[in-house]
């Protein structure tokens, strides 16, 4: 499939001044991410998580390095306004705090804000409000005044705006990081579901393991490099990278590694609790039959 992101060597360093040395935020970054997919950004604060997302959505230009978004390399001198408005459009933006995101009073015009901006007919906006919204789950809440919201309703709106925008990738920032255990499943099952029914990319910032493990892959950042990138059984499944790298991962995974050193023989790559369970016991059971104290020794 072909990538909507591709970046090759980007290096981008935050301008110092009179008090300050300039900040190494990226240094030689290379990925890309096919369409469609899932991909999950790791890395503790300060890796550099965030200053690539403002990248990808063109808020910052790269030092160094090239940029596709796509297929329209942005950081060509050759790019024109054209390509990089094309490009501004088609990746989208959710942050961590849902006040800071919501514009308008009331829902329905919040989520009609971007469009709007875009110059889009009245009756154009009406219907992507509405399919906007009724993706969310939030069509009830349309003539609602915005700030009595819960902050997961909050973010489920900012949500409903950038795909009224019909962005082609999104990537959540920490959205989830503010929300208590209810609003951050309401936004997860909505951006899984962007995935995997409207094939909208998603690249979803997070400190949650367990979100991660619902990704096609993982990136995980380090000092402003990307240090590993693969399948979530990949990279859970070698704990002891994570660790050095100052990371956790799924409690499901750290069960199982300490139970693999006891000699119950779990896999590492069951983020499922269930799932998890049910293999310890039959693990259990398989070691008990062997050492003779199983029922059917
Ligand atoms: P993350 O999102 O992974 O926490 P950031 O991309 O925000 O990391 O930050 C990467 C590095 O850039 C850090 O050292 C951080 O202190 C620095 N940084 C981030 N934003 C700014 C800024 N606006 N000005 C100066 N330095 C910054
Ligand atoms: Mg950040």
Redesign the pocket.
């Known amino acids: 499939m072909n990538p909507i992101i591709k970046a090759e060597n980007l290096t981008f360093s ?1 301008p110092g001044d009179e008090e300050s040395k300039p ?1 190494r ?1 990226l240094s030689g970054v290379s990925f890309e991410i096919p369409e469609g997919s899932f991909t999950a950004v790791l ?10 997302a403002k990248l990808l959505c063109m808020v910052n230009l790269p030092d160094s390095g090239r940029l596709w978004v796509a297929g329209r390399e942005i950081t060509s001198p050759d790019a024109t306004e054209a390509d990089i408005l094309a490009a501004r459009r088609d990746v989208g933006m959710v942050f961590q705090n849902p006040d800071n995101q919501i514009v308008a009073t009331i829902v329905e015009e919040d989520v009609a804000f971007g469009c709007e901006n875009l110059g889009l007919p009245p009756a154009e906006i009406r219907k992507r409000v509405d399919e906007a919204l009724a993706a969310v789950g939030m069509t009830e809440y349309a003539r609602k005044q915005a700030y009595n919201l819960s902050g997961g309703q909050k973010q489920r709106v900012a949500i409903a705006g950038t795909i009224a925008m019909n962005r082609r990738c999104i990537i959540f ?1 920490e959205s989830t990081a503010m929300l208590d255990p209810m609003g951050r499943r309401e936004v997860m099952e909505i951006i899984r579901r962007l995935n995997r029914e409207q094939g909208v990319t998603v690249l979803l ?1 997070t400190h949650h393991m367990n979100e991660a493990a619902m990704a096609d892959r993982i990136l995980v ?1 380090n000092q ?1 490099k990307i240090i590993l990138d693969g399948t979530p059984s990949k990279v859970f499944g070698s704990p002891d990278a994570m660790w050095k790298a100052g990371l956790d991962v799924p409690q499901t995974t750290e069960l199982a590694y300490k139970l693999r050193r006891a000699g119950i023989d779990v896999p590492l790559d069951l983020f499922d609790p269930d799932d998890c369970a049910k293999a310890v016991a039959a693990a259990v059971q398989r070691k008990m039959a062997k050492s003779g104290r199983g029922g059917k020794s």
Not at 43 to 52: A, C, E, F, W
């Open positions: 935050y900040v935020a890395g503790h604060n300060g890796s550099g998580k965030s200053t690539l920032d910032i950042m402003g």
